[in-house]
């Protein structure tokens, strides 16, 4: 019995491939497993994504010589100003070089952010009509069981950590659910979350009984993954990602059922993420004990106001950074007064001694964060040390703070900023311009993408927490899908039929 119902499924699923590689021509196979393996392979590695990327830029070129004659798609040529924008956003960087002195750094960066280049090329030029409705869909499949299989690898790695082991997972915490290596959060986050909201769409518009139950599956173990993962900015957009699909199911779908499970959804969950939100707002807020990203920022910002128009040069963030931060740490030595009145010479070396302390207590692991020890200490010693304690107190977090900035080499932590530091603000117009360019071609073409749109929205507000931009885990990731919207809105949309793959005319 369990072997018969093993081969109907392996029937199934075979039937399901063989239909998407149906009619396609060699290059077009090749090129389009390149992209199922692409989309498979970004939520585990992103040095395999970038070696798909590659490949995929390979094939690309050999499908425009060999296959198309050199001949491009009229109607993708026609969208070419799309292309073009998207791949300024890597120009820019590349100008920045010419004004840039960390010439070392400036090519790396350049390097880094070649997928907004590529990426345009490849979908440009490379005849890509083939990418019907269910093809697309196949590679979202692709992502989200990608997505599946890596939650549920670390989550089982987390439990045998706890019950063979007997460490604690009271909460699955990051660095547990990240076993085999690690992925920081907030890209696991996105990606659980483009899962979660192509599943979603999934169950609402597939007919079929055992593609509904595999997504009610995925999108279940999505939801579970970003609440374990525990990013601040995950969990927020999670509860506006929800409320986007419940939008959509009212105002579009008209279904009034799942609209209700939604709605149980958002009500049942919006304490949790109002607690987190309300929790991040008073960190951001709290002078005595803020969130570093909020020292980070400020410094970016400090930047910023200097180089508005151009930046700083490609190159020159860090170092710029650096200057910032040391700026920002000696503005806050400043700020200690002596208890009483004792002579200056004497008062420096005192805090210079305190200042070490204090460096001392804050130890908590690589990045520094303030322990109960150091807090203690900010109560009992700054006196003993001839200064004032109010005064240590207003500073000595964001003192320890600046100096983990320092010693890490860390941005700004919100991309906007980061775009303004090495491109000023022509790369900040660019980088919006990348967000709202899809909206615009929905609203020519009068077709509207939920998945697109959470898509988009969801980049928008991570980019405000996290330099997203920064990592080819995210830069992949967003290049990737974000030319994939393009091509579905404006893309030929042919159906399965033989007759319409074999007919491609250039």
């Not at 969801?458 to 992949?476: D, P, V």
Request: with cysteine.
């Amino acid at each position: 019995m369990c072997n018969k119902i093993k081969k109907n499924v392996y029937l199934y699923v075979d039937f399901r491939i063989m239909k998407v590689f149906e009619n396609l021509r060699s290059f077009q196979k090749l090129e389009y497993v390149v992209m199922l393996l692409l989309a498979f392979a970004i939520p585990f590695h992103w040095y395999v994504a970038q070696c798909c990327e590659v490949a995929l830029l390979t094939v690309a070129v050999l499908k425009i010589v060999f296959d198309q004659k050199c001949r491009f798609n009229e109607r993708q040529m026609r969208f070419k100003w799309v292309y073009l924008i998207f791949a300024a956003t890597w120009l820019v960087y590349f100008i920045g070089m010419i004004y840039t002195q960390n010439t070392h750094v400036g090519w790396m960066q350049v390097s880094k952010k070649l997928g907004f280049l590529i990426f345009p090329a490849i979908f440009l030029f490379s005849d890509m009509s083939y990418l019907n409705k269910d093809r697309m869909r196949v590679i979202f499949y692709c992502f989200a069981t990608a997505c599946l299989l890596f939650f549920l690898m670390n989550l089982y790695w987390t439990l045998y950590d706890g019950l063979v082991h007997k460490h604690n997972i009271g909460l699955i915490t990051n660095n547990n659910l990240m076993r085999i290596y690690y992925v920081h959060h907030t890209y696991m986050s996105m990606y659980a979350l483009l899962a979660l909201a192509f599943s979603a769409v999934e169950i609402i518009e597939v007919e079929d009984l055992k593609l509904k139950i595999y997504n009610i599956f995925i999108s279940i173990a999505m939801l579970v993954f970003v609440v374990l993962l525990d990013s601040r900015a995950g969990i927020i957009y999670l509860c506006v990602e929800i409320l986007i699909l419940l939008v959509w199911l009212v105002f579009i779908k008209k279904k009034v059922l799942m609209s209700v499970i939604l709605t149980i959804l958002i009500a049942g969950g919006a304490p949790f993420a109002l607690s987190r939100l309300n929790a991040t707002i008073a960190k951001l807020s709290d002078d005595d004990n803020p969130d570093i990203r909020m020292v980070e920022m400020r410094c970016g910002m400090d930047v910023v106001k200097n180089h508005l128009l151009f930046g700083v040069g490609t190159g020159d963030r860090s170092d710029e950074m650096e200057k910032s931060y040391e700026r920002f740490r000696d503005n806050l030595i400043a700020e200690i007064k002596p208890a009483r009145a004792i002579d200056e010479d004497e008062f420096l070396l005192c805090r210079d001694e305190m200042l070490s302390e204090i460096q001392k207590a804050s130890r908590a692991g690589k990045w520094n964060i303030p322990s109960k020890r150091f807090y203690k200490f900010i109560n009992n010693k700054p006196v003993e040390y001839e200064c004032d304690t109010e005064s240590v107190k207003g500073m000595a977090v964001e003192y320890i703070y600046v100096g983990n900035a320092i010693k890490h080499n860390l941005n700004a932590h919100n991309q906007y900023i980061d775009t303004m530091i090495s491109t000023g603000i022509i790369g900040l117009l660019l980088l919006v311009a990348c967000f709202l360019i899809p909206a615009v071609i929905a609203i020519r073409l009068k077709v509207f993408d939920v998945v697109c749109f959470a898509f988009l929205v969801m980049i928008a507000i991570n980019a405000m927490f996290e330099s997203i931009f920064e990592m080819q885990m995210g830069i992949i990731f967003f290049c990737f899908f974000w030319q994939l919207f393009i091509q579905k809105s404006i893309g030929e949309q042919n159906t399965l039929s033989p007759q319409a793959i074999q007919d491609i005319k250039f």
